[in-house]
């Protein structure tokens, strides 16, 4: 093909994975006869992943390194990639092989036949049972509803035409959220689905905290509707406020009774207008941070032409 592939890597302390990556990913990509250069983007990483890239990039010229001067986060270390591509399209797959390499190939026919935004979508093999699959199932939906995103299935592991790339390229935003963005640019459409492989060194970077965050930033970043959570309160508390006064006037005078009732509706609204206040301070935030125009990134080293 003389189309180039670029491949987009972002690693996170993943010395560990980096070499098994790259050999895999070409050994597949050169099997397939797809003219290739894959970009790993060392995001700060506090272990030997840079020597790692350096490694790769001597034992195959195709290998390219970027290195952020930091840790910024997957999203936009997927953005540095991006800007450092010269494919005619362009993956993003994970460093530690759950991506499946094996289905570049049918992405790249699939990009071949016209389709501009080829994504990898993850089987569904609902394995969790119970409570949790219950818990998990209703909160993917209230999220996935708000950020316009199937939360559960979708992925990073995606191929774009390079018309996407510089779509996304050319947004401004500064919090950049790659799964929600490549929704929003739209393009056509193709899915190609895969199971999600077991990581084979190194650990995972996910925790709870991150996981809240990460649907907490996705829902901000593409629906103001939390901020009407205080206009919900508001006709809430007006229609207890009317009740009560009628109420009073018809029952009468139960002067503790009224007070205690009183003082706990009090606190409750306080409470509801702090949550309100918190909600609409995020939203700031995000603003703030867009205002000051401070770059996605910061790269201090890179290797390969
Ligand atoms: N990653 C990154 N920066 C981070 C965290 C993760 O570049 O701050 C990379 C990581 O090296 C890996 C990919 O993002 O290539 C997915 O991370 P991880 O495997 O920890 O996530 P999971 O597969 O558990 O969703
Ligand atoms: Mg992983």
Redesign the pocket.
């Known amino acids: 093909m003389d189309k180039l592939l670029s491949v987009v890597?972002?690693?996170?302390?993943?010395e560990a994975?980096v070499e098994k990556a790259a050999s895999t990913i070409a050994g597949v990509l050169v099997e397939a006869g797809i003219s290739y250069e894959l970009i790993f983007?060392d995001?700060g990483s506090g272990d030997g992943t840079w020597e790692a890239i350096l490694r790769a990039h001597e034992a195959d010229k195709h290998v390219r390194g970027v290195s952020f001067s930091r840790?910024?986060?997957?999203d936009r270390?997927v953005f540095a990639g991006l800007s450092k591509a010269r494919g005619d399209c362009v993956a993003v797959m994970?460093?530690?092989l759950?991506h499946p390499p094996e289905k570049l190939p049918e992405m790249v026919d699939l990009w071949r036949r016209g389709f501009e935004m080829v994504e990898g979508v993850k089987r569904d093999r609902g394995e969790e049972s119970g409570f949790h699959k219950l818990c998990a199932g209703a909160f993917y939906s209230v999220i996935s509803k708000l950020a316009k995103l199937d939360m559960k299935r979708s992925s990073?592991f995606k191929l774009m035409d390079r018309k996407a790339v510089d779509t996304l390229l050319a947004l401004s935003e500064e919090d950049v959220f790659f799964r929600g963005l490549t929704a929003f640019v739209g393009f056509r459409r193709a899915e190609v689905e895969f199971d999600?492989a077991e990581?084979t060194a190194?650990?995972?970077?996910?925790s709870f905290r991150s996981l809240a965050r990460y649907a907490v930033s996705s829902v901000t970043a593409f629906s103001a509707a939390p901020m009407q959570l205080a206009t919900v309160f508001g006709v809430i508390f007006a229609v207890i406020a009317v009740v009560t006064g009628i109420l009073y006037a018809i029952v009468g005078y139960d002067a503790e009774g009224w007070l205690v009732f009183l003082a706990v509706m009090g606190l409750l609204a306080i409470a509801c207008v702090l949550v309100c206040l918190g909600v609409v301070g995020y939203y700031v935030g995000r603003a703030f941070r867009q205002s000051l125009g401070r770059p996605r990134f910061i790269i201090s080293r890179e290797c390969g032409e």
């Open positions: 890597i972002p690693a996170f302390n993943e994975m983007v995001d840790n910024f986060g997957k270390a994970d460093c530690d759950q990073d999600v990581r190194g650990e995972s970077k996910w």
